[in-house]
């Protein structure tokens, strides 16, 4: 029988994360380190943290998601924008985001109106509308709530990127499946972060085990002020944004 994606995906957080198989005999040589434990994906609960007062707009982690998972020309799984609110229209604020911030978001022109950058991914959320509307259970939560898409099952029928309140879906041009960020479990899985926190300079995302005691994220959540987008659709978002301003769509 042929292995399908999610089989793939579901057992890359049961495998063993092996060293080296042999070590050099030669008293010289450097003993590979041992393997850590099991990935078990059930002691975990992923999400991540954005603090829109670090974020400087240059793009690292939209060209280091790029690399990672190859994301076609012109698409994006995580891209920037940049807010100008003039203080006389807080309700219709200037959004602009080049190339996804790719290149780097340059400055506004001088004026009399605060900016600031927001960084967007899929929000991983816990009642995601993309899971519920995906016919064929293509688009599915991992059990480490993650929300990922196996291409075998897709149809590209789009109901998905329909439903997203984020618009973080899009149709692969070559592989005619829907894609999107993934949270880089390829990565998660073996005890990495994902390559646009690996990348930030500033450190301004964190990806965030909320069942963890340990984590940094419970400290985040409850010494800040936290906000998710567009709350008001429910969808348990777990991507959480310190001093996000009401302005951000």
Avoid at 53 to 68: S, T
Wanted: net charge neutral; with cysteine.
């Amino acid at each position: 029988m042929a292995t399908s994606r999610r089989d793939v995906l579901m057992e890359a957080g049961k495998l063993l994360i092996l060293g080296s198989a042999a070590v050099s005999s030669s008293p010289s040589a450097v003993p590979s380190p041992p393997p850590l434990p099991a990935y078990d994906p059930h002691a975990h609960r992923w999400g991540m943290t954005i603090d829109i007062e670090k974020c400087i707009g240059c793009g690292n982690c939209v060209r280091a998601c790029e690399r990672e998972n190859d994301v076609p020309e012109g698409f994006f799984r995580t891209w920037v924008e940049r807010y100008e609110i003039d203080g006389a229209d807080q309700e219709h604020p200037r959004v602009t985001s080049t190339d996804g911030g790719k290149n780097g978001v340059p400055a506004a022109p001088p004026r009399q109106a605060k900016e600031f950058f927001v960084p967007k991914l899929c929000n991983h959320c816990l009642d995601s509308p993309c899971v519920q509307v995906c016919p064929v259970g293509a688009t599915f939560d991992s059990p480490d709530g993650v929300v990922l898409v196996d291409e075998s099952y897709c149809l590209g029928c789009r109901y998905c990127i329909q439903a997203c309140p984020y618009g973080c879906r899009y149709i692969n041009p070559a592989k005619e499946t829907v894609d999107k960020c993934s949270l880089c479990y390829h990565r998660i899985t073996q005890g990495l972060t994902t390559a646009c926190c690996e990348a930030c300079p500033t450190q301004a995302r964190q990806l965030a085990d909320l069942k963890n005691p340990k984590d940094p994220v419970h400290e985040f959540l409850r010494k800040n002020k936290v906000q998710v987008l567009k709350p008001h659709m429910a969808t348990r978002s777990k991507v959480f944004y310190r001093e996000l301003d009401g302005a951000v769509r």
